[in-house]
């Protein structure tokens, strides 16, 4: 990772709040008529149900902050291993188990069930483990470790359900990825294949390095994403489909693989050092900044 993709993290941010509010006015803009109806007396005739274009579609939070704290984002991909030194330092298995399962009169949830963590968002369990929750009794962590520590402890909880890809798993990936994605996310996943020359694409194609976008979403988001494709914005669906050049079929199976690949794009299967060390040398093979001229989201 580069000092680039902080200062794209820290832009997509601004992006974001700049979206929800302009989310908010087209809200307010859309229920004025609504009021302005209603207190005139008039009465509807029929389903009088307001729909809000883009409401769900899972591609803008609805909430980044808890109680008003914001989450502090990494300066690079969260580690798992590193993770497992502060699960363990913190003893976080008194409670939670070595292997995530719950320890009996402790805790309920159980860190290894895969459905469980296919549905938790990354920043969700930073809030909570950081922040805590109204009505739950629980170890916060703020101002015990630093943010880039929690974000290595949420990885490593993540990890407990489902581990990241490999290295070797990656390598495996990589070519189908490359053949079937690149053009649009680029090799690197920042968004800016060359089919966004000229940024022909609306909106553009995910930027699969963005913290505030991926530590926002679920592993079952993402899978349904690429599964099933996002409607009206470009992004194909890939569920049921082969590859016949790469000997690949997009199955179930195969889609969760691909929502690890782009995990990998901003978490680590490396020690903290070890991610730097890899980085640096990616950002001097590599000294292309993003292509694109507009804002990531
Ligand atoms: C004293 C026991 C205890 C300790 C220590 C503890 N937890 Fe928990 N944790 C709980 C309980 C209780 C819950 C609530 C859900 C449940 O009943 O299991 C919970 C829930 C969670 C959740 C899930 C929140 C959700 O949305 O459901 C996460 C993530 C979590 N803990 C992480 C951690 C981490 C990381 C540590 C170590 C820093 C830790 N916990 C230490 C008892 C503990
Ligand atoms: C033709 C261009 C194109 C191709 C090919 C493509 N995508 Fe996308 N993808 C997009 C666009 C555009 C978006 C953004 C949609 C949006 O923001 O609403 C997107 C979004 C995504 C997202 C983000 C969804 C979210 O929840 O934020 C993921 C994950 C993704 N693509 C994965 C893939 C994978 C994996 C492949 C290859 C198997 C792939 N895409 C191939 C255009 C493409």
Request: hydrophobic residues 35%; aromatic residues 8%; contains cysteine.
């Amino acid at each position: 990772m580069s000092p680039s993709k902080l200062n794209m993290a820290t832009r997509v941010v601004k992006q974001v709040s700049a979206l929800r509010a302009d989310f908010k006015v087209s809200v307010v803009l859309t229920l004025i008529p609504v009021i302005v109806a209603i207190s005139m007396g008039l009465t509807a005739c029929g389903d009088s149900k307001v729909i809000i274009p883009g409401a769900d579609n899972g591609l803008v939070s609805t909430k980044v902050t808890m109680g008003g704290n914001e989450p502090i984002w990494p300066n690079d991909d969260p580690s798992v291993p590193d993770g497992g030194g502060v699960y363990q330092a913190q003893n976080c298995a008194a409670c939670h188990g070595v292997d995530g399962k719950p320890v009996a009169g402790k805790s309920t949830v159980d860190f290894s069930s895969k459905d469980w963590g296919r549905q938790q968002k990354p920043v969700d369990e930073y809030d909570f483990v950081t922040f805590g929750k109204k009505g739950v009794e629980h170890p916060k962590m703020q101002g015990v470790l630093r943010p880039s520590q929690i974000w290595n402890l949420v990885f490593y909880v993540r990890s407990l359900s489902t581990a990241p890809l490999t290295d070797a798993e990656i390598a495996d990936v990589l070519p189908v990825f490359g053949a079937n994605c690149a053009v649009c996310h680029g090799t690197k996943g920042y968004g800016n294949g060359p089919l966004m020359k000229g940024n022909t694409l609306e909106p553009l194609p995910a930027n699969f390095q963005s913290f505030p976008r991926f530590f926002d979403r679920t592993d079952d988001v993402l899978w349904d994403h690429i599964a099933n494709g996002i409607k009206w914005e470009g992004m194909p669906n890939f569920l049921g489909k082969v590859d016949k050049k790469k000997n690949v079929t997009f199955d179930r199976d195969y889609c969760y693989k691909l929502v690890g690949f782009v995990r990998h794009f901003h978490e680590s299967n490396k020690t903290e050092a070890a991610t730097k060390e890899a980085h640096q040398k990616e950002d001097k093979e590599d000294k292309q900044p993003p292509t694109s001229t507009k804002p990531q989201t």
